[in-house]
């Protein structure tokens, strides 16, 4: 610190510096292939230098890895063993394992627990089918609410005031399948209360399916799905109705694994 510079001074641009720091790093880990410092910039508004220096120190401390011939940078070993310590204490991902794994069990699909993070979604677990082509879906990236099957299952199980303030918000169409409509999303969102499960026939990746119910923490609060994936030539020849009531009845036992032993809140 200068003699000019103030105390107040000192702590904002370091608080600035660890922004930056976390915000590449969050960046890093969410790009399975790699992302470049020049992108990385302008994804984050960073200063293509400060970009640079960052991630060299995060190279130096082996929280990433920069791959050569490309010049990106990925996550490294010393990050992953950090996740592998926070999956091991993931109550939510261990609570919902052996329900993911009947389910892929009895349908031979790829299922995934997802979590409520404010107005976002993150897939959290996940067990994978036995198919060789799969839909997959990135773990630990966060995904607007108003989407696929996972976030019309949490929306279906939020209270009436909470998800008007959600569909208030600008609906961006991801398929020529998706639902932007507010009354329309409405129109389901009732259709879903009234299943038990959401249905996404390709409205947030072509070709790509879901089907989805919500599951409730104690207090009653929609905590997130559980979601059965497939892309929607195998979804098609299966049952509708047999997979959301054999999703319903999973996410039925999560909430009672979280701790909800009693009806949810009415949505």
Same mark, same amino acid.
């Given at each position: 610190? #200068?003699?000019?510079? @103030?105390?107040?001074? =000192?702590?904002?641009?370091? @608080?600035?510096?660890?922004?930056?720091?976390?915000?590449?790093?969050?960046?890093?880990?969410?790009?399975?292939?790699?992302?470049? +410092?020049?992108?990385?910039?302008?994804? #984050?508004?960073?200063?293509? @230098?400060? +970009?640079?220096?960052?991630?060299?120190?995060?190279?130096?401390?082996?929280?990433?890895?920069?791959?050569?011939?490309?010049?990106?940078?990925? !996550?490294?070993?010393?990050?992953?063993?950090? +996740?592998?310590?926070?999956? &091991?204490?993931?109550?939510?991902?261990?609570? =919902? &394992?052996?329900?993911?794994?009947?389910?892929? @069990?009895?349908?031979?699909?790829?299922?995934?627990?997802?979590?409520?993070?404010?107005?976002?979604?993150?897939?959290? =677990?996940?067990?994978?089918?036995?198919? #060789?082509?799969?839909?997959?879906?990135?773990?630990?990236?966060?995904? *607007?609410?108003?989407?696929?099957?996972?976030?019309?299952?949490?929306?279906?199980?939020?209270?009436?005031?909470?998800?008007?303030?959600?569909?208030?918000? *600008?609906? +961006?169409?991801?398929?020529?399948?998706?639902?932007?409509?507010?009354? !329309?999303?409405? =129109?389901?969102?009732? &259709?879903?209360?009234?299943?038990?499960?959401?249905?996404?026939?390709?409205?947030?990746?072509?070709?790509?399916?879901?089907?989805?119910?919500?599951?409730?923490?104690?207090?009653?609060?929609?905590?997130?799905?559980?979601?059965?994936?497939? *892309?929607?030539?195998?979804?098609?020849?299966?049952?509708?109705?047999?997979?959301?009531?054999?999703?319903?009845?999973?996410?039925?036992?999560?909430? &009672?694994?979280?701790?909800?032993?009693?009806?949810?809140?009415?949505?």
């Amino acid at each position: 610190m #200068t003699a000019m510079e @103030s105390p107040s001074a =000192a702590a904002a641009q370091k @608080s600035g510096m660890l922004s930056r720091a976390i915000t590449l790093l969050e960046l890093v880990a969410t790009h399975v292939d790699g992302i470049g +410092v020049r992108e990385a910039a302008r994804r #984050t508004g960073i200063d293509r @230098s400060a +970009v640079s220096r960052i991630l060299t120190h995060f190279e130096e401390l082996g929280y990433v890895e920069q791959e050569r011939e490309r010049g990106v940078y990925a !996550a490294g070993p010393r990050l992953f063993s950090i +996740v592998a310590a926070l999956a &091991e204490r993931d109550s939510l991902a261990k609570a =919902a &394992e052996p329900l993911l794994k009947a389910l892929v @069990s009895r349908f031979n699909e790829t299922c995934y627990a997802v979590a409520r993070v404010d107005d976002t979604l993150v897939y959290r =677990a996940k067990v994978d089918c036995d198919n #060789t082509i799969r839909y997959v879906i990135e773990m630990g990236k966060s995904f *607007p609410l108003v989407s696929g099957a996972s976030g019309m299952a949490i929306l279906s199980g939020l209270p009436p005031a909470e998800r008007d303030r959600i569909l208030a918000q *600008p609906i +961006v169409a991801h398929t020529d399948e998706s639902l932007t409509d507010p009354d !329309a999303l409405r =129109a389901q969102l009732a &259709e879903d209360v009234r299943l038990g499960y959401s249905y996404s026939p390709g409205r947030w990746v072509p070709n790509g399916g879901g089907v989805a119910a919500p599951f409730f923490d104690a207090s009653g609060r929609c905590a997130g799905a559980l979601t059965l994936s497939s *892309p929607m030539d195998r979804l098609r020849k299966l049952s509708i109705e047999e997979v959301g009531a054999a999703v319903n009845e999973a996410a039925h036992r999560m909430s &009672e694994r979280l701790g909800n032993l009693g009806e949810p809140l009415a949505p």
